[in-house]
Every structure is written in C-alpha cells, then in structure tokens.
C-alpha cells in the first residue's frame, strides 16, 4: 500500500513559504526521511491546551503487510528520545533500528505476521510537527510559539494516522517508558481500538523525582545563552551545551548502579594516573560526553523541552477524578505489564499500581517482572526474558484475535 499521504494543497503551504534559515531544509524535522502523513487547516488537532493545530503532519515507518481483514495492526509508540526508525536504518546516525532486538521477521513482533506502525510524536523533532516545524503563519520555526504537548494530544494524532491509514483498530499498542505511557492513554481513550496493551517500564503518572530530573536538564538548556528563548535557528544559534548537560543527567537515570559499575566502575580513560584537571579522567566521564554529543546531532532542544513537559503533566489518575482504576473502567483490551527490577525511573511499584487498578475493574492482565541490572533502558536492550514473556503474550493474543 502506498503510504505516503499528500495533496496538493498541503504541499503548497511548503512552496509559499518565505525563505528558512540557512541548513534548516535539510533537517530532520522537516527532510525526515520516512512516510509523512498531512493534514490540513480542515483537519485540526484538538489539543488538551485548547489549541487547535493546523495544519500539521505526522511522519511514521511500517513494516509488514496489513492483512485484507485490517485485523493485524501493531503500533509501537517511542519513548522520549526515540522516533518512528523501530526497525529502520536511522537517518541521521546511521544505526540500525532501535527496537530490531524485539521487531522483525520470526521476533515477538513478528513482522512476517503483523503490519507494525510507529510514528514520531506530535511535538518532536523527525518529522511530526513539532517547535522545530515551520509555522505556516510566520513561515518561521515555532519555536516556544508551539502550543504544549500533552501525551493524550500524542494518542489523538496517532488516531488520526491510523485512521488515514485504514486501520479501524489494533491487535497490539506496545510501548516502553514515555511509548508506555502512549500505550495506557491508548487503551483508556480509545479502548475499543486496543485488542491488546503492552506497557513497559513506565507509570501512571510522573513522579515528582522524574518532574525533578527533566527541571535540570530543562534549566540547562535555557541556561545555554545559545538557546536565544528558542529563537536559535532564527539567530543562527545551537544551544548544543546545554542540550548535551541536559542529555547526560538523563541517560544517568537510564541506567543502574550495578550496570554503571560493570561497565565502567571506577577506571581511567586512556591514562595511567588522573591529570588533576577536569578532563574527563573517569570512563564514565568520558562515555556521559559522548552520549551528550551525538544526542545534539540528531535532536532538537525545544522538542526536548516540550516532550519532557508533555511527559510531567501525565497523571492518568488524575484525569479520571483521582482513581486509576476509573481509566480502564469497562475496558475488554488484554494487557501484559512489564517492568525490571533494577529500572529506578520507573519502579516496579508502578507498574504493580497499574495491575491494581487493572485487577480492581476485572480486566484481563498478566504481570512480569523481569530480573535484570540494566536499569529503565533494559526495555531497549538485548534481555532474553524480556522477549520470552513478549512472545507468550503476543502470541496468545493473535490467538484470541484469530490471526
């Protein structure tokens, strides 16, 4: 089927445009490489800040083939950092898929089986409208003028994709970390959408440890005079220090204690003693600046702003008067809840909260705590028993659903 979604129209809105700034065409957020799907001034995203964004786009990937039934649709939602490359060579970095340990031919997500779709965000930066997007109205980058991001408005742009696509409704919606909470807002805004849901490594609501550690690295962005109040691509800026500060702290929560001491411990970097400077003298040091110089080359520091904001304000409770269980109330979709007991960003007892609240309105759920030193990125990353409890789910599942 032929994916890519144009008219003339919405291509227009491109061609009227005033020139950008120079080096900004060729930019991922808006030279993604990947499928676009547009939608104009008659098709309007109702956002939770009372904005209405039009015209906007989304870019996505797919793998598989959509059965004739429609029947065998998985969506992948991505996690902060990550885009809709699940199982695709990445653009910018050149690497190979960020999910391929769990997707593809023969995997728990077999692609030989199911038509999979993951699309980047609303309010990120490779390809879906975003700050770094041009605004239509000033032919500028929008920068902070872009409205705020909430995970639901994510879910709705999602809806809107998978309706442009022909997808009536999804075997699987799977996710991890922020994709995680995707996975949740899917199965309570559109729970006859979701045949089944696998949240991974993620929560109800964010904590106020997690609001804490987005705050720093938020504040060392906008304490980069380069950031320019979001206006850097006008200014001909890059709040690249910032950006990689903000980066380093992050990744830091990413991991474990165990799996840090592992890797690194306490061992110099190509050196016998330490230079008694602030070189980086430790691996660690060395490793944490070389996470947060390849993430400026491929990310954009106003979405970083806006996703980390989005990601805050996630309180599924909360938007069900206080009580989680009222979410999933009446809901039929089959969920598999997965968390690691070395993830200190998002415990096991957030995920035993989502069970609860599963259990108490008599959903069907299973739960797996997977024993791994990996830390919250474990999700990402090569753990057998991970794929084991994926595969027995999924597969039960497709069962159920008769595929």
């Not at 190509?270 to 996470?291: C, G, M, V, W």
């Not at 993430?295 to 904001?309: G, K």
Request: glycine share 8%.
């Amino acid at each position: 089927m032929d994916s890519t979604l144009t008219s003339d129209a919405e291509a227009g809105l491109r061609s009227e445009a005033r020139p950008l700034p120079q080096g900004y065409e060729a930019m991922p957020a808006t030279d993604p490489k990947s499928p676009v799907a547009l939608f104009g001034a008659d098709e309007p995203l109702a956002m939770d800040s009372g904005a209405a964004l039009a015209p906007f786009q989304i870019a996505y990937q797919t793998a598989g083939t959509l059965n004739a039934e429609r029947s065998n649709a998985v969506l992948i939602c991505h996690a902060l950092t990550g885009d809709q490359h699940f199982a695709h060579r990445h653009p910018v970095t050149g690497k190979a898929g960020w999910w391929e340990t769990l997707v593809g031919p023969g995997k728990p997500i077999d692609t030989d089986r199911y038509f999979v779709v993951c699309s980047n965000v609303i309010g990120s930066c490779m390809g879906s409208t975003g700050p770094a997007s041009v605004d239509p109205a000033t032919a500028k980058p929008y920068g902070l003028d872009f409205p705020l991001v909430t995970i639901r408005d994510m879910v709705r742009a999602q809806a809107m994709l998978l309706d442009r696509l022909g997808i009536p409704d999804l075997f699987l919606c799977i996710g991890g970390s922020m994709g995680g909470m995707q996975v949740l807002q899917w199965a309570s805004l559109f729970p006859e959408r979701v045949f089944a849901a696998m949240p991974i490594a993620t929560g109800a609501r964010h904590s106020a440890q997690n609001i804490a550690f987005h705050e720093v690295g938020r504040q060392a962005i906008m304490a980069d005079p380069a950031w320019a109040d979001g206006r850097y691509f006008e200014e001909g800026t890059r709040p690249a220090k910032g950006l990689g500060v903000a980066r380093m702290g992050a990744h830091i929560t990413y991991l474990s204690e165990p799996a840090l001491h592992r890797k690194f411990g306490r061992r110099l970097q190509n050196r016998a003693a330490p230079t008694f400077s602030f070189n980086a003298d430790f691996q660690i040091e060395s490793y944490l600046r070389h996470q947060g110089l390849s993430f400026v080359e491929r990310f954009d520091a106003n979405a970083y702003l806006y996703l980390t904001r989005a990601m805050d304000y996630f309180d599924l409770a909360e938007d069900h008067g206080g009580v989680l269980a009222n979410a999933f109330r009446a809901s039929k979709t089959r969920f598999c809840v997965i968390a690691f007991t070395s993830d200190w960003l998002f415990p096991t007892a957030d995920s035993r909260a989502i069970v609860h609240a599963l259990n108490a309105v008599a959903a069907p759920v299973a739960f797996v705590e997977v024993e791994s030193d990996k830390g919250h990125d474990a999700f990402l990353l090569d753990e057998p028993a991970l794929f084991s409890a994926a595969r027995g789910f999924v597969d039960a599942a497709a069962r159920a659903r008769g595929l």
